[in-house]
């Protein structure tokens, strides 16, 4: 018998996140008890709120903006991929220590599957990292949030990757212009951000690498593999929630 599941996003802010939804479905799924929960927590207070975590049983954590990077320092050992990144997503509590991992380069790899290379990696935190790791053997160009010019490229094709939290103010703006053709490749999926809609470019919005990455956490926490028409499943519902979200606005 799976023991009851305790766990949740840590980040700051959370409010947005649709995880709760994502493994409430696969809590159900494979007939686990528990609860999947938000923990808004500021920066100052991570390494407090982890050792309560662990202290009060949890099974494990996802780990969102801004805290992927600290919380790989507070791990008692990484895996091969957090080490990579020097960032962590994901943290399984266990009779050993906490566990830090990184599963946003297997969703990144599901959610960039057919885009076009090369890949321009708009962001230099703990997202971007995993992104860079995703297409270590693909042509990509790194730009730093701040910077406002492209690489020189003759390229007909390519793909833009937002790894930035632009997006997921309504009104924010990209700080520079997508060639018409090119895809555009967004890890958030905000709704109401208007300016995608002004793009002349394909675009790809989050939510599938959210579904991916979270199957993977949940296999890491429960022994349990979500599978393909399960995933699916996920990702209907949680862009019905998004599409019912945008029409009630």
């Not at 709760?20 to 920066?43: C, K, N, Q, R, T």
């Not at 390229?155 to 790894?163: D, G, I, L, Q, Y």
């Not at 979270?214 to 209907?236: D, I, Y």
Request: charged share 20%; proline share 6%.
């Amino acid at each position: 018998m799976v023991p009851e599941f305790k766990g949740g996003l840590v980040g700051w802010p959370v409010s947005h996140s649709l995880s709760p939804d994502i493994h409430s479905m696969f809590l159900d799924y494979f007939g686990v008890a528990g609860s999947y929960l938000l923990y808004p927590v500021e920066p100052g207070n991570l390494k407090p709120f982890l050792a309560e975590s662990e202290k009060n049983g949890f099974t494990g954590l996802n780990v969102t903006l801004p805290h992927k990077t600290a919380a790989a320092n507070l791990c008692d050992f990484l895996s091969r991929e957090a080490q990579e990144t020097a960032a962590v997503n994901t943290l399984v509590f266990g009779s050993d220590g906490v566990k830090g991992c990184n599963t946003d380069i297997a969703g990144f790899k599901a959610f960039s599957a057919n885009l076009p290379a090369p890949f321009y990696v708009v962001g230099s935190g703990g997202a971007a990292a995993a992104v860079r790791a995703a297409l270590s053997n693909t042509e990509l160009f790194v730009i730093r949030r701040g910077e406002s010019i492209l690489p020189g490229s003759v390229s007909a094709v390519a793909t833009v990757v937002n790894a930035t939290p632009l997006g997921w103010n309504d009104d924010d703006v990209f700080p520079f212009e997508i060639p018409e053709g090119w895809y555009f490749a967004d890890l958030n999926y905000n709704p109401r951000w208007s300016w995608r809609n002004r793009l002349l470019s394909p675009v790809r919005t989050g939510e599938k690498m959210l579904v991916e990455q979270a199957a993977e956490s949940f296999r890491l926490w429960t022994g349990f593999t979500p599978g393909e028409q399960l995933k699916l499943k996920v990702l209907e519902r949680i862009r019905e929630k998004l599409h019912d979200s945008e029409n009630n606005r």
